[in-house]
């Protein structure tokens, strides 16, 4: 039994404090500019508390994890995919596979209806949904030796639930990888800086391939450091590109982004790993560590105001320019990563789950690291905040809306409540060198002017916005472009393995016909997609992410299904509501959304009816706003009607999975005696390693008794054992 | 000047740990643990043989959105 000190009590109570005042300047400063640091302030003292107690009420109470229970990585050691890895490390290889382009661009674009509505969501999800579901597939996965997500649903609910989230995983692959590649497009677009920077990280990424296969194998951080140094000489190169006669080679338009992305994702994802994968996977995992950390010093050194409302008239009409939609659901559907993503569910199985050389480590793992994806997010919406509203908006509403010249802009952002005149407005594309800023949708470049705002301050003052607005850009496109080069790869083993089943030869990975035609499968569907958004008269990111937003959340749904019926069948009945809560409100949420989506009468909203609309319109022989032609309503009636129908179909995917998963819990509650687990047996564990980031006092005195009890020592103990 | 020699050789550590850098090493401990006189893979092997192993699987190492 613990005795509660009367110092933790004090030092607890401070921490929830400086939370609640963090909130309460948010919640009540109406009408005048709020300082970042609030946001920043709620943000930390709402994840201690969290982090503090709920999480290890779930590690303790509810998973009940076992310190001498040996982890697979320390019965299956084989010193390479499974291996006991100090936890300080292993934190960090699972936040650098967790972030990405997600948590940055889905609160940029939720700032729309102000940075309220979602910095709570953000904050309340990831405490109360995203970390629980990162931690708990963390723990049932690590149970099982580290099966996906996929293979323990196929196990422990049934060959329909299993094939049915098999196959939402690949959908949700191929719109996650449109949206991603038209946010690429959408910043590199008549952008010669950015195209030549991101074109010449191509040739860095040959060199560093070489260099590790050939010259020097497995020296990854020397590489790294100087991929870094010419990934930083292509950026400045790419001002003197952008100035000289060969700016017009390198302006491109959407349309020819496209196909230069298809054409680099077939042939990328068809090259061996280590040409081109592998030190793009380096540099970009070195550039997001290093830029996430910059940021937040940048955000804490600057303090920052935020310029946008706490709630602005687009939350409660449901009209905005961003994203059609009200409130609820479609902020938590925006959001997305940074609060609760069902991607991580893919990552927090598999991977990780090999590496766990404690089984207590899985609260500082899991559920810390999604605690600092959360904060990422956090700082995304800070970025998004601080730029002024005007401006915000000229950014990143539809050019159908707001034109395409300074003065409409102008004009249009006016009437949605906000100011900027045309001046400031080419004031602001002049800043960051490129020739507009109106409608650069996609959220990717609000970021960077955000960050190029912040990183300034710091470094090198307003000389250096262009510059870092630039850097924010290529970072951002940097591991886009290696996750469409990944994705497509994994697109293409799951096409692989599903034709493999009528014919033989495509089952051979390394059969080269085979690997082409998947690879060029699996592009072309996305590529399709992302062409549509591209030429969608109404904004691809408008009618995309949406569609984004419900497959990664529907995602989490199935993870979350999976970890109640484990729970259940495990004889946690009592403690499902850990999960089960989180299930129903994303269920609840999701299925919201596609219903309007799918349903919904007011055409800015539901697929269908803009497609009646826009159909009525035809036969009629008018042409619509924003559609300009006969051609963009054809367009308009054909993607509304492919995204609808993709819409429903994810719902109908999801509500199988929920509906095997109802079905296996019923048995069980039935039955409990009758449930079979695919748990891997217990087995006693010898490894001594501490559960959290420091070693508490009993720790050490474990460590100390069998040797180890040097912090430097531990990092040669990994092996021993 | 101690710590800070300390602190230095942790960074060291940690981000030849956090690269995978040090995977030969740990692979050749693994081996030795077991058998002093196993033969070991050259790095240069080693390596071919980790960056080949995500050929036949891509979800191994997958980084997410």
């Known amino acids: 039994m613990r005795t509660v000190r009367p110092r933790s009590v004090i030092i607890w109570t401070a921490v929830a404090l400086v939370g609640a005042v963090g909130w309460a300047m948010l919640a009540l400063a109406r009408g005048e500019e709020v300082s970042a640091v609030w946001m920043v302030a709620a943000a930390l003292g709402s994840y201690a508390i969290g982090y503090r107690f709920y999480s290890r009420f779930i590690a303790k109470k509810v998973l009940k994890v076992d310190k001498n229970r040996a982890t697979p990585a320390e019965r299956l050691n084989n010193g390479v995919d499974f291996h006991p890895t100090d936890r300080r490390v292993l934190v960090g290889h699972h936040f650098a596979a967790i972030a990405g382009a997600g948590p940055l661009v889905g609160p940029v674009l939720a700032a729309q209806m102000g940075y309220l509505p979602g910095t709570i969501w953000i904050v309340a999800g990831v405490i109360l949904a995203g970390a629980v579901q990162d931690m708990v597939t963390l723990f049932f996965s690590m149970r099982r030796d580290g099966k996906s997500l996929g293979q323990m649903a196929r196990e422990e609910i049934g060959p329909v639930g299993g094939a049915a989230a098999l196959v939402a995983v690949l959908a949700i692959m191929i719109i996650l990888l449109a949206v991603l590649a038209l946010v690429v497009v959408e910043a590199l677009a008549e952008s010669p800086w950015g195209t030549f920077s991101i074109g010449m990280t191509i040739p860095i990424a040959l060199f560093m391939g070489f260099y590790l296969r050939v010259l020097r194998p497995g020296r990854v951080t020397e590489v790294s450091l100087i991929g870094i140094a010419l990934l930083l000489l292509a950026l400045v190169a790419g001002r003197w590109v952008a100035e000289s006669s060969w700016a017009d080679t390198f302006t491109l338009s959407p349309g020819t982004l496209v196909i230069w992305i298809l054409v680099y994702s077939v042939i990328a994802s068809v090259l061996p790993v280590w040409m081109l994968l592998a030190p793009r996977d380096y540099l970009s995992t070195f550039m997001k560590v290093g830029t996430i950390g910059l940021l937040a010093i940048g955000v804490l050194v600057t303090l920052p105001t935020l310029k946008m409302e706490g709630i602005t008239d687009f939350a409660s009409v449901g009209d905005g320019p961003v994203f059609a939609g009200s409130l609820f659901p479609f902020v938590f559907i925006t959001i997305a990563c940074g609060a609760l993503s069902g991607f991580h569910a893919l990552i927090s199985s598999g991977t990780t789950p090999k590496m766990v050389q404690k089984e207590t480590q899985i609260r500082m793992i899991g559920y810390g690291s999604m605690l600092m994806e959360s904060f990422v997010a956090i700082m995304a919406m800070v970025a998004a905040c601080i730029i002024d509203p005007g401006l915000y908006f000229s950014m990143n509403a539809p050019a159908g809306v707001i034109g395409d010249n300074v003065q409409a802009a102008s004009e249009a952002v006016a009437n949605f409540g906000y100011t900027i005149s045309p001046e400031e407005l080419a004031a602001a594309a002049k800043a960051v060198e490129e020739s507009s800023l109106l409608s650069r949708t996609g959220g990717a470049p609000t970021l960077a002017i955000g960050v190029s705002e912040i990183f300034s301050q710091v470094f090198g003052g307003a000389g250096m916005k262009a510059f870092w607005y630039h850097f924010a850009i290529m970072f951002e496109a940097l591991f886009i472009l290696t996750a469409l080069d990944a994705g497509t790869r994994v697109g293409r083993f799951m096409l692989q393995d599903m034709l493999g089943n009528v014919i033989k030869p495509f089952r051979r990975v390394s059969w080269l016909p085979g690997i082409w035609i998947c690879s060029a499968a699996i592009v072309a569907v996305w590529g399709y997609f992302l062409w549509v958004g591209v030429h969608e008269p109404l904004g691809g990111i408008n009618q995309l992410f949406p569609l984004f937003g419900i497959a990664n959340q529907l995602l989490a749904a199935v993870a979350l299904a999976v970890c109640t019926t484990l729970l259940i069948k495990s004889g946690r009945l009592k403690w499902a509501w850990v999960t089960g809560i989180p299930l129903a409100w994303d269920t609840v949420v999701t299925l919201t959304a596609s219903w309007q989506k799918v349903f919904s009468g007011d055409p800015a909203v539901g697929f269908f009816q803009q497609r009646a609309d826009y159909q009525a319109a035809i036969e009629r022989g008018e042409v619509l706003a924003p559609a300009k032609s006969m051609d963009d309503m054809h367009t308009v009636v054909t993607n509304s009607t492919v995204t609808g129908t993709l819409a429903a179909l994810f719902a109908v995917l999801v509500i199988l999975v929920l509906a095997d998963c109802t079905r296996v819990c019923i048995k069980a509650i039935r039955n409990p005696a009758g449930t079979t687990l695919h748990e891997a047996p217990y087995e006693q564990s010898k490894l001594v390693a501490p559960a959290g980031l420091i070693a508490t006092k009993e720790e050490k005195e474990e460590l100390a008794a069998v040797g180890t009890g040097s912090p430097e020592g531990s990092e040669k103990r990994g092996e021993s054992g | ?65």
């Open chain 2, 1 to 65: 000047m101690n710590t800070l020699r300390r602190a230095a050789r942790w960074m060291r550590w940690y981000t030849r740990e956090f690269t995978d850098e040090s995977a030969y090493e740990r692979y050749v401990a693994h081996l030795r643990n077991h058998d002093p006189h196993a033969a070991v893979p050259s790095r240069r092997e080693f390596e071919r043989k980790r960056t080949d192993a995500r050929e036949a699987d891509p979800t191994e190492g997958f980084r997410c959105c």
